[in-house]
């Protein structure tokens, strides 16, 4: 499909999917005074919690002493995958204000650790606390031991949880809150299972592997089939690594460095094959956040270029200009972590070497993100890993050459294509050339 012919169907493609969305959403307050009266309901007066836990938490304030939790559905106990963040969430199209409220509904009960000693006889050792400890892979009673059981079972398991006093809730809804939408919080006393975790065969065979490194581990998992999100949950728990060496790893942690891994493990398997014969032009847009995915034939580069636009989320100011922000990497990869974007580089990087590595080929490749101000609160860079897994459905656009890919693209952005060029290393300069083509076969 022709560049021109491929934006107008897009634009009529998206016009549809804000029809959709729009007639789904609801009002947050509404949703808030729900959850006061199913927690009323189901919190009892001991502060004891019977539920069932989807996920865990790791915080990352104050490492290495960390908050550690347990995220429970607050009376809605027979839908909690539901609630557990995933690539299902994109496929069901859930909106800014769903994940609001999936996120608020989750009791957070949560205990102090450090993130290298589960404690005596593998229970917790409270941060602050002296006394002997042994190290988190040897936890598999107590707190973390309950906390790695759910992390590593393929589905919600039954937990009764002590609290130590009834948590306070306080809805006040204010500009914090929107951008760190987040459940209760109470401090934990005791947690026991109610049932035999499953346990699937590929997880109990890293765990029962003390030699293996935590990259091979992640990397095994993934070619067995388990998403991203499953394997950095487990990574979290701190069940992945060489015995000893292994530790708690705080929750957004976990996410890039599974994202980074996986995608360093395709980066590899696809700098051998043939490029894309053409140059190809993808659009996605989800909750407020256009993608664009430029693929060129040529060995593998690859770019991030982030827009946002004023009155967004990461850039408030309705006063201020547009801010831009990038990233980029060569054939062979980074060597340190990515400041200006993020997360998202390495989410939005994963989605395009899957899809290279699906058709065996490789490509040089610039990700345009747009976050308009309908992105009014952040829900996680699971968002990007999947609009750009999806952008690559469906029907795409072809140029001639690389600049008229760039042009027709600048053309629906929110800057200049000058102002685009000096951000972009791949925009200012990439020229997709035979001999290039040629020496990637």
């Known amino acids: 499909m022709r560049l021109d012919e491929f934006i107008e169907y897009e634009a009529n493609e998206r016009a549809e999917r804000r029809r959709l969305a729009s007639e789904k959403d609801y009002g947050i307050l509404d949703h ?3 959850f006061e009266r199913r927690f009323d309901e189901h919190v009892s007066d001991d502060a004891v919690v019977g539920s069932v836990s989807p996920s865990i938490f790791v915080g990352r304030a104050d490492y290495p002493n960390v908050s550690t939790g347990l995220l429970s559905p607050v009376g809605r106990e027979e839908r909690a995958e539901a609630f557990e963040t995933s690539a299902a969430w994109y496929e069901e199209g859930v909106s800014i204000s769903d994940v609001f409220d999936r996120r608020t509904s989750l009791l ?7 993130v290298a000693d589960a404690g005596a006889s593998g229970g917790v050792k409270s941060v602050g606390e002296g006394g002997p400890a042994e190290s988190v892979h040897d936890a598999w009673d107590g707190w973390l031991g309950v906390q790695r059981e759910i992390a590593i079972a393929d589905r919600p398991v039954d937990v009764e949880i002590g609290l130590d006093g009834r948590p306070d809730l306080d809805f006040e809804v204010g500009t914090e809150d929107i951008k760190t939408p987040t459940g209760p919080r109470a401090a934990a006393r005791t947690a026991d299972l109610g049932e035999n975790p499953h346990v699937p065969r590929p997880v109990k065979k890293t765990l029962e592997d003390d030699d293996w490194r935590a990259e091979g581990a992640m990397t095994y998992l993934y070619r067995r089939g388990f998403d991203v999100y499953e394997i950095n949950t487990i990574l979290s728990a701190g069940a992945l690594g060489r015995g000893e060496n292994r530790r708690l790893v705080p929750t957004r942690w976990s996410i890039t460095a599974v994202d980074d891994t996986v995608g360093q493990f395709l980066r590899g398997s696809i700098r051998d094959n043939p490029t894309v014969d053409r140059i190809e032009v993808h659009r996605n847009e989800y909750l407020g956040n256009a993608f664009w995915v430029i693929l ?10 982030e827009m946002k636009s004023p009155g967004s989320i990461w850039n408030p100011d309705p006063e201020a200009g547009v801010y831009l922000a990038a990233a980029s990497e060569g054939r062979e990869g980074r060597t340190g972590y990515v400041e200006e974007t993020a997360g998202a580089y390495y989410a939005a ?3 395009v070497l899957e899809h290279l590595d699906d058709r065996g080929r490789q ?3 610039l990700v345009v993100r747009h976050v308009s101000d309908d992105y009014w609160g952040p829900v996680g860079v699971w968002q990007v890993r999947e609009a750009v897994r999806d952008a690559f459905e469906g029907e795409r656009g072809t140029a001639e050459t690389f600049g008229e890919a760039v042009r027709g693209v600048a053309d629906h952005l929110p800057v ?3 102002r685009l060029r000096r951000k972009s290393t791949l925009a200012a300069g990439l020229q997709a ?8 076969e």
């Open 296 to 305: 060129v034939p040529g060995r593998w580069e690859y770019e991030l270029v």
């Open 108 to 114: 957070n009960s949560t205990r102090g650790v450090d």
């Open 433 to 440: 050339n035979l001999a290039d083509f040629v020496d990637a």
């Open 349 to 351: 990087r994963l989605g």
């Open 32 to 34: 808030l005074d729900s």
């Open 416 to 418: 200049s294509l000058g």
């Open 363 to 365: 490509a040089k490749a």
